[in-house]
Structures are given as structure tokens and as C-alpha cells.
């Protein structure tokens, strides 16, 4: 009987390492390289003609689009169209698309987005060190230098403590420590801005000497983003993407420094109240879009924008999950992505646990979540933390029984 197997084939590199155990030659794997990836687009609110074109010409290609059928009879005014085939259909689908005046752009997009989640691995140039991601996840220590905050208010707001605690994370085998001064739990309100300055200045300057990894400010405040930076920060982390302070944007273009952009709905006041998308990934996804549009605008180097789906920031317990599950999702953007899920209220309420036994379930989310596509680990847990990325980047980057690890 023969056997028959299912690959799972979500990459180029994967694509080619079966080929090459099939026994293909160089050319051959060549041309098939493209053939083996099968990407499904979705395209929102377009004109149902266009949708019946696209479809008429994937079927021409050996591809296929799904539309509804009010978009069929062109009885709708707007319609999705969901467009499925392999990276070489899509390729003859461009080409197509550039003998219609009116639906160049459309093929552009297109182009942009295989060329997006066609990317592997990113480079962030900080003052100090250039950082890989893609190949190995990094890992994000948290360092809360607040009274207040959800997970450890309180244990590191004095300079001396948060210090030490930073050197530890460091040597524990955290890549980027990520220091903020205010906190942002749900129902929180601003903190004002000598009172942040007051708690983060020191620590950084005092860690920025102690320490050669990268030191993050976690501000939304452009004039706290600035001292941070000439006391040692080498990367912002905006929870707002640029929304509660634009001008953020100028600082960071000025100064080289790269930029996390985090959705949020809302301010950490009101943002788990009454949480409600139409469309959860779509909005998310272009909230993010027009945050890099609008920090690429001021200047920021467009290769130093890094992207977080902000979990627990205005989601509720089943978008978290969606939002896990379908990270790969936010490759479309074309940056590297930013998780940060430790001790957050959604495993609480999975685990019936307080903060203080939620280890479990964050270590769970973290490796599912760097298995599906995040380059940057967020974590308060770092030891443990380390761990489990050390066991999920195996697992993903393993090509074959034969391959050592290592």
C-alpha cells in the first residue's frame, strides 16, 4: 500500500528542503519553488465587478476566487473577494492586473503583500548592536518602575531594586529590557510627565552603563521618549502607535532609534469597555497600517518599525485567542512582530488564576505565539520564559530527522 502524506508548507525555505528530499535538481526546484506555496488574499470592500474580473482571471490561471453572490449579480454596492492559488498564479495575476488602468494599484497591493509575508528575517540597527530577528526569537524583559502596575506594581519603583532586577533579567538571557514608568492595566489614568521622567531616567541611565542590551522606554510621551534616549535608551515602545502623541514619530526619526507600534482601542481608561469590533483582524490591521504611515511620514526609517497586535489592550478573552491562533496574520504589514501576553487577564480567566499563578499559561502562549510568527518575546518571566522560545524555535526551525540542532 502506498503511503501518502499531508506536508505542512508555510514558507519558501520549507518548500525547497522537500524538493531537495524528493531528490529535485536546482532548476527544477527553481521553477517549482513558487508552485508549492498556496496563499489564500483576502480582499475587502471592493467593486463587484472587479471581483467577477478577478475571478474570470484566476479561473484562467488554474486559481479560483470566492465572492459572494450578491457580489456575482453586482446587486451590492461593495463586496470581499477571497483570492486563492499558489505564489505563481498570484505572480501571472499581476501581470494581468497591469492591462486595467483602474486596477494597477490593486496588483501593486497584491505584489506588496507577497513580497511582505515573503520576508523571514529583519535587522534593527540599535546605537550599540544590530538585532537579528527571525531566525532566533528574542525575549523582552519587562521592567515596571511603578507602584501600580497589573502583574508587579510596586516590587521594582525603587531605583535600587530596579536596577538589580534589570542586570538579572540580563543574565537570565533577556535581549531587550523594556522599561516603563507608567502603568497601563485597564482603568488606569495618565501619569504626569515629571512624575514618569522622575521614575524611568535614572534606572535607564544607571542600566544603559551596566548593561549592553538594548534598553526599551515604554512611553507614549515624545518628551520622555527623548530624555530616555539621551540617558541610554536605544528603542521606543509606543502602546498608542503615535496616536496620544504624534510627535513621537519626530523623535524617533531624529534620532535613528526603532519603533514599536502597539494597537490599542481606545486609552488604558476606557479601552476594556464595551469592546466591540465589526471586523477584529481588518481593524487592527489598519490601524497598524496607517501608524506606520504616519511614522514612515515623519522620517522614521521604514526597516526600523516593529509591530504589536496589543493583547489585553481593548480585546476581549476570544480576540486574544483569534489574535494568537492567526499572528502570521500581521505579515502582511511587512515588519517584525512584538507579543506580549505574560500574566495578562485573558489567561486568568482561561485558568480561573490571579496573577500570580498565571506562569503556566503565558509560557504556553509564548511558545504557540513565536511557533506562529512573533519575533519578539514581551515577558516579565524571563528564566522560564527563555525556556520555553528555546523549545518552540527548535520546533519551528527544524527542517529534518538528519538535522542537527544547535
Known amino acids: 500500500m502506498n503511503l501518502i502524506r499531508c506536508l505542512h508548507i508555510t514558507n519558501a525555505s520549507e518548500a525547497i528542503h522537500q524538493m531537495k528530499a524528493v531528490g529535485v535538481d536546482p532548476t527544477g526546484i527553481k521553477l517549482m519553488e513558487r508552485k508549492s ?14 471581483a467577477n474580473l478577478l475571478k474570470q482571471e484566476m479561473l484562467s490561471l488554474g486559481g479560483d476566487v470566492a ?10 454596492r461593495q463586496t470581499d473577494a477571497l483570492i486563492m492559488g499558489t505564489q505563481k498564479h498570484l505572480e501571472k495575476l499581476i501581470l494581468k492586473l497591469e492591462q486595467y488602468p483602474d486596477l494597477q494599484s490593486l496588483g501593486q497591493s497584491i505584489k506588496e503583500t507577497i513580497k511582505n509575508i515573503s520576508k523571514i528575517q529583519y535587522a534593527i540597527r540599535c546605537r550599540k548592536k544590530t538585532l537579528t530577528l527571525g531566525k532566533r526569537t528574542l525575549l523582552m524583559g519587562v521592567l515596571n518602575v511603578t507602584p501600580d502596575s497589573f502583574s508587579d506594581g510596586g516590587l521594582f519603583f525603587e531605583k535600587e531594586k530596579a536596577i538589580a532586577h534589570g542586570i538579572s533579567m540580563v543574565e537570565e538571557g533577556a535581549d531587550i529590557i523594556d522599561i516603563g514608568g507608567e502603568s497601563t492595566r485597564p482603568g488606569s489614568k495618565p501619569l504626569e510627565l515629571e512624575e514618569e521622567l522622575r521614575r524611568v531616567i535614572p534606572v535607564i ?21 527623548q530624555r530616555a534616549i539621551d540617558a541610554g535608551a536605544q528603542i521606543i515602545n509606543d502602546i498608542s502607535a503615535l496616536r496620544f502623541d504624534p510627535t513621537l514619530a519626530q523623535v524617533a526619526a531624529r534620532e535613528k532609534t526603532p519603533l514599536i507600534l502597539m494597537h490599542i482601542r481606545g486609552t488604558p481608561e476606557t479601552m476594556q469597555k464595551n469592546v466591540y469590533y465589526e471586523s477584529l483582524f481588518s ?6 497600517k496607517t501608524s506606520i504611515q504616519m511614522a514612515e511620514s515623519a522620517g522614521v526609517d521604514p526597516r526600523q518599525i516593529i509591530v504589536d497586535p496589543g493583547i489585553g489592550f481593548g480585546k476581549t478573552v476570544r480576540d486574544n485567542l483569534l489574535i494568537i491562533k492567526n499572528l502570521y496574520e500581521f505579515r502582511i504589514l511587512g515588519k517584525p512582530i512584538l507579543l506580549g501576553t505574560s500574566r495578562k487577564s485573558f489567561i486568568g480567566k482561561l485558568l480561573n488564576e490571579t496573577v500570580g499563578g498565571r506562569l503556566e499559561g503565558t509560557l504556553s502562549s509564548i511558545a504557540i505565539g513565536a511557533l506562529n510568527g512573533a519575533h519578539i518575546i514581551r515577558s516579565h518571566d524571563v528564566l522560564q520564559a527563555k525556556k520555553a522560545i528555546a523549545v518552540a524555535d527548535a520546533i519551528r526551525l527544524s527542517e529534518g530527522y538528519n538535522t542537527p540542532i544547535g
Open 37 to 50: 506555496l498556496h496563499l489564500n488574499l483576502k480582499v475587502e470592500g471592493i467593486d463587484p465587478r472587479t
Open 67 to 76: 465572492v459572494d453572490g450578491r457580489g456575482l449579480d453586482c446587486s451590492a
Open 205 to 225: 541611565g544607571t542600566l544603559a552603563k551596566e548593561t549592553d542590551a538594548p534598553i526599551s522606554i515604554d512611553t507614549y510621551k515624545s518628551a520622555v521618549a
Open 283 to 288: 481593524e487592527i490591521l489598519q490601524y497598524l
